[in-house]
């Protein structure tokens, strides 16, 4: 026998204030977003007549990122940003496993002594100085490592992996051991595999830091041929000459579009690939966070 619960008046009104205010919070989010694409796509001069303020344009036009394409400047501050993620995300990976996983071992010796030093260094660290010291002498000074080594691992990152693998049957590792299968062969055949999850949620987490990576770019690279997007897009707001940012050779073009609608048009690449990207890692980010965060 099956019973239904119904809900009384005072739960469907609470049900509707919340639906209102989960609404005002998605409008307040998306709207930013909006904005800049809107401000991107529709002439300037129908922003000055509507007071600088455009919901929904009468006209729509694509000259601002004609223009940013027709420049290499875009483009291979683009390329740089795709670099830099892609290896740099690789190797955060890699190196969070292979120290996550062994770490997840209570047996292991040394353990709790390397999770001290692991945690000390989320509280202190070097200074800025002592680490572009480093970063200088190690000779990766203007370089793409320089936006990937430093941080290479990131501690809050390692404990959730470490959690994350400390939740896995241990029977699947005693079952691989009695097939003859080693620690190695045992973390990229049987957990690695079952780890899909909490790989997705690092790597979206580690992966949209390198695509947002500023700070780096301006205290390590001093050549704009080097720079990452974020870079580019920061120098355009602090540069009154677009055309010199971009080193455009459709000068003449560039100079009758509004400054603005260009940055603007540069912060819609900028975010876009991530936008395009995240919903396809949704259901393993939501999945990775509540398994990796959660102990016993």
Request: with cysteine; hydrophobic share 50%; glycine share 6%.
């Amino acid at each position: 026998m099956s019973f239904v619960l119904q809900k009384t008046k005072v739960d469907k009104v609470v049900d509707v204030w919340l639906y209102v205010i989960l609404a005002l919070f998605s409008l307040a989010t998306l709207f930013p977003l909006y904005y800049v694409f809107i401000m991107s796509i529709t002439p300037f001069e129908e922003v000055l007549s509507n007071g600088g303020f455009v919901i929904v344009p009468s006209e729509i036009t694509f000259a601002a990122y004609k223009e940013i394409f027709s420049s290499r400047r875009i483009p291979d501050a683009l390329r740089i940003t795709v670099t830099i993620t892609v290896i740099g995300t690789f190797c955060n990976l890699l190196v969070t496993t292979l120290l996550a996983y062994p770490l997840s071992k209570k047996f292991l010796y040394g353990r709790n002594l390397i999770l001290l030093a692991l945690v000390f260094t989320m509280l202190f660290n070097g200074g800025l100085i002592p680490t572009y010291l480093v970063v200088r002498g190690v000779g990766l000074y203007n370089t793409i490592w320089a936006m990937i080594i430093p941080g290479m691992v990131s501690t809050f990152n390692l404990l959730i992996m470490k959690t994350y693998f400390e939740n896995l049957p241990g029977e699947l590792e005693e079952a691989a051991k009695v097939d003859g299968c080693g620690d190695v062969a045992t973390l990229f055949r049987i957990i690695l595999p079952l780890s899909m999850p909490i790989m997705a949620t690092l790597g979206l987490f580690y992966g949209v830091t390198h695509w947002n990576e500023y700070f780096k770019g301006i205290m390590y690279i001093t050549e704009k041929s080097l720079e990452p997007i974020q870079v580019v897009l920061r120098n355009m707001i602090q540069t009154p000459n677009i055309s010199q940012e971009l080193m455009t050779t459709s000068t003449m073009e560039l100079a009758q579009l509004p400054p603005e609608t260009v940055k603007m048009a540069t912060v819609v690449v900028a975010i876009l690939p991530i936008l395009a990207i995240y919903p396809f890692l949704q259901k393993y980010f939501i999945k990775g966070m509540l398994i990796g965060a959660v102990k016993g």
